[in-house]
Nanobody, 127 residues
Framework: QVQLVESGGGSVQAGSSLRLSCTIN????????MGWFRQAPGKEREFVGA????????DYADSVQGRFTISADNAKNTVYLQMNSLKAEDSAVYFC????????????????????WGQGTQVTVSS
């Protein structure tokens, strides 16, 4: 059974940084495209960013472009979400997800495109 485990959430002040981690219990590179989503109370789950299976391409939501960065350590089957210049509106539960589908069908921002999900980690940013 494929499992994803996130870690690294917490409570920080606006302007701070956090790095989230997501480890998958399978070989990640060339197998799974990885995505990050977030969900704030009373809101729908929204796309944050994604990394293709080969690890060479990333895409981001406009709201985080330039502040958040996705990277991977293939030896650890782990993907990271580095979040800088955090804002109060970044507060949410952050989820990582994995997909076996082709990244180039253009649906990496669609939560339904993903096959597996982590349990989520809370990020709270106070202003």
């Amino acid at each position: 059974q494929v499992q994803l485990v996130e870690s690294g959430g917490g409570s920080v002040q606006a302007g701070s940084s956090l790095r989230l981690s997501c480890t998958i219990n399978r070989r990640m590179v060339n197998t799974y495209a990885m995505g990050w989503f977030r969900q704030a109370p009373g809101k729908e789950r929204e796309f944050v960013g994604a990394l293709n299976r080969a690890g060479g391409r990333t895409d981001y939501a406009d709201s985080v472009q330039g502040r958040f960065t996705i990277s991977a350590d293939n030896a650890k089957n782990t993907v990271y979400l580095q979040m800088n210049s955090l804002k109060a509106e970044d507060s949410a539960v952050y989820f990582c997800a994995a997909s076996t589908k082709s990244y180039y069908d253009g649906r990496s921002s669609d939560s339904a495109w993903y096959d597996y999900w982590g349990q989520g980690t809370q990020v709270t940013v106070s202003s």
